[in-house]
């Protein structure tokens, strides 16, 4: 089955503890992102890939880094999570370099929260 | 600044018609997306428009109007499992997409 496969779906944690959360797609999509979701305010991207070795960052990098060792898997790292950043994570990834015209296939999200 | 605006909130009856509308600004425009999420599930990709006029995809239909800046989609014969929250999404020049704020949609029995 096709699918963006992110880990863990719930994640409570305390600030400063770096975290990974993993996120696999099995589509061969060149194209990868990282999106968090706070009520009222969408989608806001965090960082997007092009391709392998390819990443660059979206409208809200702070705090976050990210890195594409391998076309399948793009993770998402939190150095020092902070409070500020419980939100709602999900990863996308999209056929082809245009995403907008196939649409993104979404991970089923991460719930993360920082205490 | 870049923005997409679309209601908060919109509410309908069972069976009935419901037209979400989103209008944006955006620094180049490569087409207009809609995509559902259900409360606590991903976005799934819905439509793409990419040239002026109207798709349908079963009982969904979207449709663009690049001179005026607008879209909207359109819902016919509501379910109850439509009830969700709809975002539309523009691609800009930087290759981005910028989302609304997404609209939820209430459908009563």
């Known amino acids: 089955e096709a699918q963006v496969t992110q880990n863990p779906r719930y994640l409570i944690t305390v600030t400063g503890k770096k975290l990974t959360v993993t996120c696999s797609q099995n589509?061969?999509?060149?194209?990868m992102s990282w999106y968090r979701q706070d009520p009222g305010l969408g989608l806001r991207q965090i960082y997007y890939?092009?391709?392998?070795?390819?990443?660059d960052k979206g409208d809200v990098p702070e705090g976050y880094k990210v890195s594409r060792k391998e076309k399948r898997n793009f993770p998402l790292i939190l150095e020092s999570p902070s409070p500020n950043q419980t939100s709602l994570y999900f990863c996308?990834?999209?056929?082809?370099?245009?995403?907008?015209?196939?649409?993104?296939?979404f991970g089923s999200g991460t719930r993360l929260t920082v205490v | 600044g870049q923005s997409l605006e679309q209601p908060s909130e919109v509410t309908a009856v069972e069976g009935a018609i419901v037209q979400i509308n989103c209008t944006y600004q955006t620094s180049g425009f490569y087409g207009l997306s809609w995509y559902q999420q259900h409360d606590g599930g991903a976005p799934t990709f819905l439509s793409y428009n990419g040239l002026d006029g109207l798709e349908e995809t079963g009982r969904f239909s979207s449709f663009l109007s690049r001179s005026d800046s607008y879209g909207y989609l359109l819902l016919q014969e509501l379910q109850m499992k439509d009830s969700a929250s709809y975002f539309c999404a523009v691609r800009d020049s930087n290759y981005q997409l910028i989302w609304g704020a997404g609209t939820k949609l209430i459908i009563k029995p």
């Open positions: 996308a990834s999209s056929r082809t370099g245009a995403p907008i015209s196939y649409g993104y296939t």
């Open positions: 589509m061969n999509h060149e194209y």
């Open positions: 890939s092009m391709n392998v070795e390819v990443t």
